[in-house]
């Protein structure tokens, strides 16, 4: 079930880049993935029971997903998301080679479609002389606060497999 909603928040974040052409973000370093696990707080200062204010203070320049009652990740403007439904945001990097790529850039300097992003970055051949990591942070959001957060990780050299046997047509 985990490796299912990492692959889903991957999709997530392939969707919700096509749709925020133009729109330049920046990146997260891999220091901003750091998560006390005893406190859950991470390394800019957010904590569970904060608000949307002091998350927004910490993360609202980023481009972040947001799942509204269990439904699929969709970018939203900051204005939009509704804090005060359970909801859970994610923000999201890709790392090859232990920097992060801003996508459009990737996309156009290795001359690919960002519908291929994915299936690039986990073909056996690029996985061979890169190293592919996916960071997310995780916030779930109750009644305007965090109730939980988590930083997670999908390193493509060993889980690649998963996302290319999820991807491949159904042939029954």
Known sequence: MKKLSLLLAALGLTAGLMAGCGKST?????LDYELNPETKTTSRGITIGDTSEAFLAAYGEYRFFTSVEEGDYQVLDAEEIP????ITTLLPTFFIDGLPI??????????IAKPELLTYLSAQDYLQSHTVVYYYLVFTWEKGSITDISSEYMDY????????EFNQPDTQ
């Open 102 to 111: 801003e996508p459009d850039t990737f996309c156009k300097e290795n001359e």
């Open 83 to 86: 804090f005060d439904s359970s």
């Open 26 to 30: 920046p990146l997260l370093t891999a």
């Open 157 to 164: 050299n060993e889980d690649a497999s998963y996302y290319n």
